[in-house]
């Protein structure tokens, strides 16, 4: 099993920034890649940004490219979201997760972690 914890959401103004941090536990070797994704009340969650763990390839939901960055800490076996330019419609509960297998679903997810961004 790989636990994951984020942390780092909270309330900020349009324009402004926040970095999310995503903390493994467990069967971390297992893993090879990590994603952020993000839900509003009333609609599907949403994939955000990914990473490979072993080469740090990554991709981003258009929405967000260009404000956001993901990247990776092996030694400290955390994945961080860097959220610059903060819009209102990124106002959500952002998720954690984690796959072993290439091509599978996601097995592995954190508790969530509130992101709200005033205008």
């Known amino acids: 099993q790989v636990q994951l914890v984020e942390s780092g959401g909270g309330l900020v103004q349009a324009g402004g920034s926040l970095r999310l941090s995503c903390a493994a536990s467990?069967?971390?070797?297992?893993?090879?890649?990590m994603a952020w994704f993000r839900q509003v009340p009333g609609k599907e969650r949403e994939f955000v940004s990914t990473?490979?763990?072993?080469?740090?390839?990554?991709s981003y939901t258009d929405s967000v490219k260009g404000r956001f960055t993901i990247s990776r800490d092996n030694a400290k076996n955390t994945v961080y979201l860097q959220m610059n330019d903060l819009k209102p419609e990124d106002t959500a509960i952002y998720y954690c997760?984690?796959?072993?297998?290439?091509?599978?679903?996601?097995?592995?997810w954190g508790q969530g972690t509130q992101v709200t961004v005033s205008s």
């Open positions: 997760a984690a796959k072993s297998i290439p091509g599978e679903e996601y097995r592995y």
């Open positions: 467990g069967r971390t070797f297992s893993v090879y890649r």
């Open positions: 990473i490979t763990w072993s080469a740090g390839g990554t």
